[in-house]
């Protein structure tokens, strides 16, 4: 049951933030245990869109865990990017703050890319700019930094999202020699 009160409470929280409203802190949970339920929320979500979007495949059970795992990957490149903000905005004591909302963004983008890949491969890249959006208004909300600043700081973890999982992929494939 906590979980749906962790998930409503997100959805009223994400809706303060939208409005830029100064209620939405009270409706995350900003402690660990809130960190825990958001980290718990993310992956289940995670693996339902892995196993909805492999249905009608045979997938062996290693490719879905590193599906899952891959998913796992933007949630570390999130979390880098909120830490680098905060240490060099000296917004320290915010980090908590905007990394539990983070997560049930990031939790929202795995749901929306997925159904937005199964109408079209090509649409996926919209909910990238929806996330990109959500970011720029929880950094603007939550730390007052200028609109440019924000700006900066969405463009840049969207790079880091998409390219941890890439380059360490491409760290995967075994060399071919030219030989």
Not at 70 to 93: D, F, Q
Not at 146 to 159: K, M, T, W
Not at 169 to 179: D, H, K, Q, R
Request: proline share 3%; with cysteine.
């Amino acid at each position: 049951m906590k979980i749906w009160q962790a998930l409503r409470g997100a959805f009223r929280g994400w809706a303060g933030i939208l409005r830029d409203g100064d209620e939405w802190r009270s409706n995350f949970r900003l402690s660990a245990a809130g960190l825990i339920t958001a980290l718990v929320i993310f992956v289940l979500v995670a693996l339902v869109a892995t196993l909805v979007s492999t249905m009608g495949q045979s997938m062996p059970q290693d490719t879905i865990a590193g599906a899952v795992f891959a998913e796992c990957l933007g949630l570390v490149a999130i979390v880098v990017a909120i830490l680098l903000l905060c240490l060099l905005t000296r917004h320290g004591s915010m980090a908590l703050l905007m990394i539990v909302p983070a997560i049930y963004a990031l939790a929202a983008y795995v749901v929306a890319r997925s159904a937005l890949a199964a109408i079209s491969g090509s649409l996926a890249g919209l909910a990238l700019l929806g996330l990109g959006y959500l970011l720029y208004r929880l950094v603007r909300t939550a730390t007052k930094l200028n609109p440019i600043g924000a700006l900066v700081f969405a463009i840049l973890a969207l790079a880091l999202l998409v390219a941890m999982p890439a380059s360490l992929y491409m760290l995967t494939i075994p060399a071919t020699s030219s030989l």
